[in-house]
């Protein structure tokens, strides 16, 4: 910090300039070629940017998932390397630095620095701004049929322009915290398939002499419908009530929400009234150690319900299974569904032409090993260790990580914040329209 600020009283001690997007960088669109043409996407070289690249590999990009032709290519041509993309639609506020002439699909805005502000602005320096930007888009919202942020608005959204040697040297220090941060992530990644490898041998069964055998303990198979006392699932919306509107208090929890063993709710997480409510819960009827489990879309995410559902309840397609307890041990049945051997199983009898699914029927068909209750709990015990080890924020890898990336956005608040420029006597020449502290 200490150098940042030598190096801010040296070149900007009355502040720095701020200037609108639309005069430091070229906007535009991009778009999705006609899938209907194969000639514009077989033996694509050409990388095409979509959220899913985003996702699977992070915000600072070099190649696509898909790629498209050059016959697809529009007369404006490709966006150059080195410009941002900006979801401004859809799922609102990602971002990512392309490093490669490219295009994107139209949920993005490219932005292309201009050519005055190449020796002016350093694209790793903006692509950490951007996650202000990001926030910015996520609370400048039009909605008119389809969500999209304002885009007039967004244009002349003004960001800093501070001197070239202190955004390098903010860059150099805010990807020092994502280099570790990607170094950590990587290191829990091997952590959780070692987690996943052991796991799928611990609950795997083999045949030996005529027996069935789980780490040397004889098992007997069952169905999955014969230790479970019942098999129900939630209501969707239709006729019977609306979500999210002004009446909606209680969480209507779907796919996204099953974290393994727990409901992960957060802000995004969809609202019922209490009439929707009760209409669900009506014929869910989710009790304290049910286990959720998703039968249609992403299939095989789980939950234990640890508590009564008094502010929420499940949407049609998640399953609430009631485990006969002195059969079956409900966390060890979790780690069963979660296991290759049983989750293969499931795959293959899920059907669906546009959204994968599987049947209550055929989910009940499914054959387990199920060994005595004692080795179940002394299974569950070694995972228990495995899973915290590999997914508990309180403690190890995921702590750090957590730590880390909490320190991240501290210091990238810290040292984004800049002062508008103020000239010698009065007036403010520049107003920074993301900072409320000026």
Same mark, same amino acid.
């Given at each position: ?12 001690? &009355?502040?720095?300039? =701020?200037?609108? *997007? ?25 990388? !095409? ?13 070099? %190649? ?66 951007? =996650?202000?930007? %990001?926030? !910015? ?64 041998? *611990? ?8 027996? !069935? *055998? ?26 019977? =009530? ?39 819960? &009506? ?24 508590? =009564?559902?008094?502010? !929420? ?7 609430? *299974? ?57 299974? /569950? ?8 080890? /590999? ?48």
């Amino acid at each position: 910090m200490n150098k940042i600020q030598q190096l801010i009283q040296q070149y900007c001690p &009355n502040g720095v300039e =701020f200037k609108e *997007l639309q005069e430091v960088f070229d906007i535009k669109n991009g778009y999705t070629p006609s899938k209907s043409n194969s000639e514009f996407w077989e033996n694509g070289t050409i990388p !095409w940017f979509r959220m899913e690249d985003i996702r699977a590999n992070g915000r600072v990009l070099s %190649d696509s998932i898909q790629h498209i032709t050059p016959e697809s290519v529009k007369g404006s041509g490709l966006f150059a390397a080195n410009s941002i993309i900006v979801s401004t639609s859809a799922t609102i506020g990602e971002h990512a630095l392309i490093t490669v002439d490219f295009l994107a699909n139209q949920r993005f805005t490219c932005l292309t620095r201009k050519s005055d502000y190449t020796d002016r602005l350093d694209m790793l320096f903006f692509q950490n701004y951007m =996650f202000l930007v %990001d926030e !910015w888009c996520k609370n400048n919202i039009n909605i008119s049929g389809f969500a999209g942020v304002d885009m007039p608005k967004f244009k002349k959204l003004k960001i800093p322009i501070p001197p070239i040697a202190v955004q390098q040297e903010i860059a150099y220090i805010l990807d020092s915290f994502t280099q570790l941060e990607a170094e950590l992530e990587a290191e829990l990644e091997a952590r959780r398939a070692q987690y996943e490898y052991y796991r799928n041998r *611990l609950l795997s069964a083999t045949e030996l002499n005529g027996k !069935w *055998l789980m780490n040397g303990v004889e098992v007997e198979w069952k169905t999955l419908g014969e230790v479970i006392s019942a098999l129900r699932t939630g209501l969707n919306p239709r006729q019977n =009530f609306k979500l999210n509107n002004a009446e909606a208090k209680n969480f209507y929890v779907t796919v996204r929400e099953l974290n393994g063993f727990t409901i992960k709710i957060t802000d995004k997480t969809d609202k019922v009234d209490s009439l929707g409510l009760k209409l669900i819960q &009506n014929r869910s009827k989710i009790q304290i150690g049910d286990i959720l489990f998703s039968g249609t879309g992403t299939i095989g995410r789980t939950a234990l319900v640890n508590d =009564f559902p008094n502010n !929420w309840n499940i949407k049609e397609g998640i399953y609430v *299974l009631t485990p006969i307890t002195n059969i079956i041990n409900a966390k060890f049945l979790i780690y069963l569904l979660q296991s290759s051997n049983i989750y293969n199983q499931i795959i293959a009898k899920a059907d669906g032409s546009t959204v994968s699914s599987i049947s209550m029927a055929s989910l009940q068909k499914i054959q387990i090993p199920i060994p005595p209750l004692a080795e179940q709990e002394r299974i /569950v015990g070694i995972l228990d260790k495995f899973d915290a080890l /590999v997914n508990d924020i309180s403690i190890g890898l995921p702590a750090e990580i957590d730590g880390r990336r909490k320190q991240y956005n501290y210091y990238r608040g810290k040292l984004l914040d800049f002062k508008p420029v103020v000239s010698d006597k009065r007036l403010v020449v520049n107003e920074n329209p993301l900072n409320t502290n000026h």
